[in-house]
């Protein structure tokens, strides 16, 4: 699995994870509790596309690795 996949679905199970807690504050209609749901996702959205930047980098260098190994001629 490539890195930038690995991204991918650690930050989907991240919000499946969160979505039970973020349902139930934005139901409080709580002006407080809402402004924090939506920080915390803002501050996920953030960081995961953080994670997927670099994890994009370390994707092309295995695909780069994964094709000289199938040609060792090829010169990247």
Do not use: K
């Not at 407080?32 to 501050?43: I, M, P, Q, S, T």
């Amino acid at each position: 699995m490539l890195a930038i996949e690995q991204a991918c679905l650690r930050a989907l199970f991240e919000l499946d994870q969160l979505e039970t807690d973020w349902i139930g504050c934005i139901e409080t209609r709580d002006p407080e509790a809402v402004a924090g749901a939506y920080r915390l996702l803002g501050h996920h959205l953030e960081s995961t596309m953080r994670m997927i930047g670099i994890m994009g980098t370390a994707t092309q260098s295995q695909m780069r690795i994964a094709g000289s190994e199938v040609n060792p001629c090829n010169e990247h």
